[in-house]
């Protein structure tokens, strides 16, 4: 991916924390030269200085047969919107599209453990679906056998991020500051993301 020095994000806790805000991400592999990608939800652990990003998909799904020890690469994608030249001070500038985004690289290794497999399900469970935490330990042996049957667990060893936080930075703090009142006042809650997203990282003045 492409990112300058003033797009890259160096926070560990701030990185930490979009993943997992954003933890439906896109995996993508490209065995042999066929890629393929997949829409998946992931749970991010810090595993000392290592991140995991823990997975799984449909065993249906003909993605998790390539998996070898070919990197993979797990795209996040954060808010994002477009930015008029309608917004700056200065009439000479042309529209642009920015946003926040990680992608991590790294290498996978199946679940195939049935215990582990259980756990790494209740724990998705636990972090998205509290409330119902409770029922999914509390259903049926069989019916949680055959839905364990059913899908492929693993995990990403992640090798490598790379991150960008294109916020106008280039642009100077006054720009950034027009960009994010104007995207404060949208009614779309992703565009409002990006505003604050926008604040917390101005440009010195």
Known sequence: MYSPPY????????????L????????????????????????VEERGEALALVMHMAKSNPQWREFFDDEVLVVFRGPHAYVSPRWY???????????????????????????????????????????????????????????????????????????????SQNRGRREQELIAAELERSADSVERALAALTRRHLAPD
């Open 20 to 43: 997992r805000a954003h933890g439906f991400a896109l995996l993508v592999t490209g065995t042999g030269g066929a890629l393929q990608a997949s829409h998946l939800p992931v749970l």
């Open 89 to 167: 001070e200065q009439a000479e500038r042309v529209p642009t599209w920015n946003y926040a985004a990680v992608h991590a690289y790294g290498t996978v290794r199946r679940i195939e453990d049935r215990a582990a497999k259980h756990a790494a399900q209740a724990k998705l469970v636990k972090t998205y679906d509290p409330d119902w935490a409770a029922t999914f330990e509390g259903l049926s042996e069989e019916y949680l056998r055959t839905m364990l049957e059913g899908i492929v667990n693993f995990e990403v060893d992640v090798t490598r991020l790379a991150t960008r936080w294109k916020l």
């Open 7 to 18: 797009n890259r994000l160096d926070d560990r806790a701030e990185l930490l924390a979009f």
